[in-house]
């Protein structure tokens, strides 16, 4: 997969609530949870596909607050299997 140009990444964020770039090559989203278990919940199911896709975030869990941090390090940026991804994060979390 090929690193995007900032244009289009710029058309990927449009596309997406709440994802944040962060230092060029990430795009970063908080997650707000009821109960520490509701984030652990959501934490598996994106371990799981990550596994699937071999394809892994940064997952941060802090107490009801999970933080996912996305980038492509084979391609030195962000990639569309990211925007994918986070769009699938978000489906999940709105499940």
Partial sequence: MER???NEIAQQLSRLQ????????FI???YRFKTF???????NR?????????????IAIDY??????LSSWHAG?????????????????NE
């Fill in 77 to 93: 940026g962000l990639t569309d299997l990211d925007f994918e991804l986070a769009g699938k994060y978000d489906a999940f979390y």
């Fill in 37 to 43: 278990p509701d984030g652990v919940t959501f934490v």
């Fill in 64 to 69: 009801k607050v999970v933080t996912l941090k």
């Fill in 4 to 6: 995007l140009s900032e």
């Fill in 18 to 25: 709440g994802w944040k770039r962060l230092d060029e090559k």
């Fill in 46 to 58: 994106i371990a799981a596909l990550s596994e699937e896709v071999q394809h892994h975030p940064f």
């Fill in 28 to 30: 970063q989203k908080r």
